[in-house]
């Protein structure tokens, strides 16, 4: 599957690194970084961490 996370939006809550930290990092200087493409099997955790952003800056696309 797909995602994409705004990076205009996101303020850096971290709550999607701590739910899928195979997915999402906040690099050395503090910004996000994560994988376009994710396995399926990661879907319920991705799920989980578009809920949980405040800012709901994470999107999946398919
Ligand atoms: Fe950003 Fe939301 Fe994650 S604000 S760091 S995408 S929890």
């Known amino acids: 599957m797909k ?9 850096r809550h971290a709550r999607c ?5 195979e997915v999402f990092e906040l690099d050395e200087a503090g910004l996000l970084t994560y994988h376009a493409t994710v396995d399926d099997e990661l ?3 991705v799920e989980e961490a578009v809920d949980g952003c405040p800012t709901q800056a994470i999107r999946i696309l398919d």
């Open 17 to 21: 690194c701590l739910s899928v930290p």
């Open 43 to 45: 879907r319920d955790a």
């Open 3 to 11: 995602i994409v996370v705004d990076l205009d939006i996101c303020q």
